[in-house]
């Protein structure tokens, strides 16, 4: 007895140890384990077309039914869901329950069918399977993809929005650069700025020349110095185009060619086309309101009809014989003056009724010489300076506190620059030929439309950007979806497959969407 007893103890032991052991299986694998089991066919795909056009007959004819609304969207109609469905019928279709517990409604057939013929060969569990399979490995992660996606666009909209902003500020900044080097502000019509600087380039000029003459001492000191370096007798000319700036002024390019003072000048007007706002009216006629008035209806009298009678009575005109007779008269040639030709006592005209400041060649001497004086002066104040300085430029003679010598540095300097820099070359071209105006105006406002251009793709951006938010909303809902109907499908699976295994736990592993 007692042996019998043990016996009965250890297979109960055996029983229940067997019953709590779990079946887990890896889904990526769950279709081969129910194949292998002989739970379900391999052929199964060849019912599952019958089926599928069943269930769309079946479908194109439902009752109004909550529960069978949210069946039929958002996934496919798997057998869990049709057998979900034949419950809500038993409600819908009650009336047509025969004495025999049968139901004579076709909706009811039609689904009670459907239900077998999944039952069939266990088409329904390996469907499942494959759908269950199939979401965990594609759906899921191909859904997910799409969302990283969208991560990814709305990160490369972000860093092209800054691009833009930057490009934009770039774009502004060189245009407010520019108009600043050509000291105009380019809040209104640039052109008409442009020009209205190119006519007062002569102002300009003038003031210039009014403070080349605060040079005078500095052309004196390096004048004194190179005369004492050159052996004499030699009289070269030291800084003679400064020196005549100093002492003449801003005068025509004549007056400095050929030192002397032209009668009359024949300026260069300039003409520039297509001034902005500047030509006002139509420009015609106003012939006032009314009508030019002719005298009425009175005419030119004309002496009636008398005839002008000139002299048409055949006589000739006697001229005589002899000839003009002029004498011997003294003219008195002492008031008049030949003019000479040439350049003495000329007209000033072309180049040279420019004045030597706003003439090309002789501006790049005047420069040519400032750099110069600059260059000695610079030297100078380096020596006065230097305690240690071996050789000086000037051994004797008048010496210059640094500070009057910076003085003049700085005077020389700010002349050089004036002429030198980007708004006075510019105003020069433009000066020189108008059609540079155009030319400048159209690369300003270049910047202005680049920039503008360069705005319109904020807006394709921010359309885009408006799509990928969409498409991203629209993949989330679609992402909860499936991860809803993964996990039901997982239970329903899990369930199905424990009841063939005597009720022990099922886990299938690895369902992560």
Known sequence: KLILLDSLLQESSIAMSEADIPIDIAVRKLLDWLVSRRICSRSWHEGVTAI?????????????????????????????????????????????????????????????????????????????????????????????????????IEQECDKKEENIRKRVLELEEEFKKECKELGISGDSSVKKEIIGLAKGLPETYQQIAEEAKGLDEACKMYE??????????VTDEVLGNVRFLIEHGNVTTYEWKYREKPISVEENELIFEDEEGE??????????????????????????????????SGAEIDFGDGEIDFGDIDVDMSAIVVEEGGHAGGVAKEEEALTILDNRRSRS??????????????????????????????????????????????QVEMLSSRLSEVKMQQLQLIRSSPAVVDRLVDRLKGKLKMAEKVKLGKVEIE???????????????????????????????????????KGRRVNIMGVVV
Request: aromatic residues 8%.
């Open 52 to 152: 599928r056009e069943k269930v769309g007959e079946a479908i194109g004819d439902m009752p109004e039914h909550q529960g069978i609304k949210e069946l039929l969207t958002g996934s496919n109609i798997n057998y869990f869901h049709c057998l979900k469905i034949v419950d809500f019928l038993k409600e819908t279709e009650l009336d047509s329950k025969n004495f025999f517990g049968s139901y004579g409604s076709q909706r009811m057939k039609d689904w009670q069918q459907i239900v077998k013929m999944y039952q069939g060969d266990n088409i329904y569990l390996a469907e499942a399977a494959s759908v269950l399979t199939q979401n965990v490995v594609y759906e899921g992660p191909g859904i997910k993809k799409g969302i990283a996606k969208c991560d990814q």
């Open 463 to 501: 359309k885009r950007r408006e799509q990928v938010a969409k498409d991203r909303i629209e993949s989330c809902k679609q992402l909860a979806i499936i991860v809803e109907k993964t996990k039901e499908l997982q239970k329903d699976l899990e369930a199905d497959i424990s009841q063939r295994y």
């Open 279 to 312: 030509e006002d009216g139509g420009g015609e006629i106003d012939f006032g309101e009314g009508a030019i008035d002719f005298g009425g209806e009175e005419e030119i009298d004309f002496g009636g009809g008398d005839e002008i009678d000139f002299g048409d």
């Open 224 to 233: 004194k110095f190179v005369k004492n370096m050159l052996d004499e007798g």
């Open 365 to 410: 001497t005047i420069i040519d010489e400032l750099e110069e004086l600059a260059g000695f002066l610079a030297q100078r104040l380096v020596e006065t300076t230097s305690s240690g300085a071996k050789f000086n430029l000037v051994s004797g003679g008048e010496d210059h506190d640094p500070e009057t010598l910076q003085k003049m540095i700085q």
